[in-house]
């Protein structure tokens, strides 16, 4: 990890050469990353395999890609109580605490007698940007 202080004589310098080295990266790792979506489009679970297979060294088939119900529950019985116990707590909690960010929907009429609100709905696609390459994180001191 690198610490960089806008207050250092050399910060110009140092900044701009993480900068570079950030983007030498994203170059890099851009490339393959769209080979292997591009390939699975294509071709499928077969690409899927084959990329499980290189990257995460595991052989797996288009048969053996979805677990079934019987194979969860009887693995599931293979789990300790006490921590089978602590992991339902502990997604019992997390499921609720998600539950309670949901924003709920507003109506109500004002004054004039005009009906406003807003309505929450699930959409069609999003698209997600997570700042990680250029983007500054700052850090308390």
């Known amino acids: 990890m ?3 202080q806008s207050s250092d004589d050399d910060f110009e310098t140092r900044l701009g050469s993480l900068l570079a080295d950030r983007s030498a990266v994203e170059t890099s790792v851009s ?3 769209r080979d292997i979506i591009a390939a699975i489009r294509s071709q499928g679970d077969t690409a899927l395999c084959n990329y499980t297979s290189r990257f995460d060294r595991l052989d797996l088939t288009a048969d053996t890609l979805r677990i079934s119900e019987a194979e969860i529950a009887r693995e599931a019985d293979r789990v300790d109580a006490d921590l089978m116990e602590a992991l339902t707590l502990a ?3 997390i499921e ?3 539950r309670a960010q949901l924003p709920s ?3 109500y009429t004002d004054d004039a007698g005009l ?3 807003m309505r929450w ?3 069609d696609a999003v698209g997600l940007y997570v700042p990680g390459g250029k983007a500054a ?3 308390p001191y």
Do not use: E, Q
């Open 2 to 4: 690198k610490w960089l």
């Open 31 to 33: 490339t393959p990353v």
């Open 91 to 93: 997604a019992t909690r």
């Open 96 to 98: 609720a605490f998600h």
């Open 105 to 107: 929907n507003l109506s």
């Open 115 to 117: 009906t406003l609100g």
């Open 121 to 123: 709905t699930s959409l």
């Open 137 to 139: 994180i700052p850090r």
